[in-house]
């Protein structure tokens, strides 16, 4: 088996950024307690709501929300209307997204100091207007102004949304309370791939990826260039990072699958329902801020075969992609990184089946990241199908190609 290195992509979609003051109170007062929930150790698989573009349009409302636990850990999402965290937005080579965003920080939600976050974010003063920086509910001219502690923004790349006569949303500041559109316009010769979507002010990500803001972005059409994967059930897996704590010590280091904490500590990671030997396509994304993922999938302690079918975005067989079909046995996944590849569930007589990233050594630029397991493949016949399958094809494309396996 070839082992598959993934490097992070420079292709995220887009981001929202914060800019945070902390303050004494232990646990913030504008706290919303229904806001991005956080699963019990051992969980079934909750996979997000998927939202699809409809007449070539997808409208989505977000409102970047937080909430703090009685440990003090402080979570981050994006929470739809209908109260729906970091949903997974579905749309098609020429569509057009259209993102109403929302800060629901109020300025009196900050860390405290004896919290992990402050600790990465310090207490810091308001910050003067950065030239360059648009911040809304300034002048459009963008004049000199503060930005409140609170404010954060949110970048789509690439984007046809012009504010205060820029195009890169990057720099476009939301200030606590306010909203903002921003449209993204894919190419019509988009690539079917997974994307995704989190925080991003230079200085300022860290600690609000650590807390979970994030979601997956999939570009459809996946059929049409690997026509054997049409009726194959769909699972969208986030691995990222948990805060977690004692009340007095916060940890980043956890991971995540899908907001179920992993099993390191507890031996009881999310449970991933499948028929035996069914195939699925496995979309996964690295969410973490920090932590290169090297995923296996072992039945009884033997690493089986994956399937690769797509790379940051880019379908296998494409430039600097791995070939069509290849079958790997280890994936390796930076921080940032995707990938698509296609799983055979346990037969009936394997005892032990699970998703796990091994031991990583950065080298001289980090700490050795352990082995840990993030869910626990559990196959029986009457196994849950996951809700979303593969499209059937509806047309030939003349860019199909056949994966080795698949028939």
């Known amino acids: 088996m070839r082992h598959l290195s993934i490097a992070a992509s420079l292709v995220t979609l887009f981001a929202i950024s914060t800019t945070v003051k902390a303050q004494a109170s232990a646990v913030p007062t504008g706290s919303n307690a229904s806001a991005c ?225 992993e099993g390191t500590t507890t031996n009881a990671p999310a449970t991933i329902p499948i028929k035996p030997e069914q195939k699925q396509l496995w979309r996964v994304l690295n969410a973490s801020a920090d932590t290169t993922l090297d995923l296996v999938v072992q039945y009884d302690g033997t690493s089986q075969p994956l399937q690769v079918i797509g790379v940051d975005g880019a379908p296998a067989g494409a430039t600097m992609t791995p070939a069509n079909g290849s079958r790997v046995s280890h994936i390796l996944l930076a921080p940032a990184a995707r990938a698509e590849f296609v799983v055979t569930g346990p037969g009936v007589l394997v005892r032990d089946a699970k998703l796990l990233t091994l031991a990583v050594d950065p080298g001289m630029n980090g700490a050795l990241e352990p082995q840990r397991s993030l869910g626990k493949i559990l196959a029986t016949p009457t196994a849950d199908e996951p809700a979303l399958k593969v499209p059937q094809i509806s047309e030939v494309s003349a860019e199909t190609v056949t994966v080795a396996g698949l028939d």
């Not at 636990?69 to 994006?78: I, L, N, V």
């Not at 690439?158 to 890169?168: F, L, Y």
């Not at 860290?206 to 059409?221: D, K, N, T, Y």
């Open 37 to 261: 929930p956080r699963y019990a150790p051992g969980s079934s698989l909750i996979e997000a709501k998927d939202l699809f573009s409809k007449n070539g349009v997808l409208r989505v409302n977000l409102a970047y929300s937080t909430r703090v636990d009685e440990d003090g850990a402080t979570s981050y999402c994006f929470m739809t209307d209908d109260g729906v965290q970091s949903p997974t937005l579905h749309v098609r080579a020429g569509d057009q997204l259209l993102i109403t965003m929302k800060n629901a920080l109020p300025e009196t939600l900050m860390p405290s100091t004896t919290n992990a976050e402050a600790m990465l974010m310090p207490s810091l003063p308001e910050l003067p207007w950065v030239p360059d920086v648009a911040v809304s509910g300034k002048s459009a001219s963008c004049a000199a102004g503060l930005m409140s502690k609170a404010a954060k923004a949110l970048g789509i790349l690439p984007s046809d949304v012009s504010t205060c006569g820029m195009q890169d949303a990057v720099k476009t500041v939301v200030d606590g309370g306010e909203a903002i559109q921003y449209a993204v316009r894919f190419p019509a010769d988009a690539k079917p791939g997974m994307y995704w979507y989190y925080p991003h002010m230079h200085g300022f990500v860290e600690p609000l990826v650590q807390g979970g803001a994030s979601g997956a972005i999939i570009v459809e059409g996946i059929e049409k260039t690997h026509r054997e994967l049409a009726g194959l059930p769909v699972r969208t897996l986030i691995v990222r990072n948990m805060m977690a704590g004692d009340g007095t010590v916060l940890q980043t280091e956890e991971l995540s699958l899908n907001y179920v904490p």
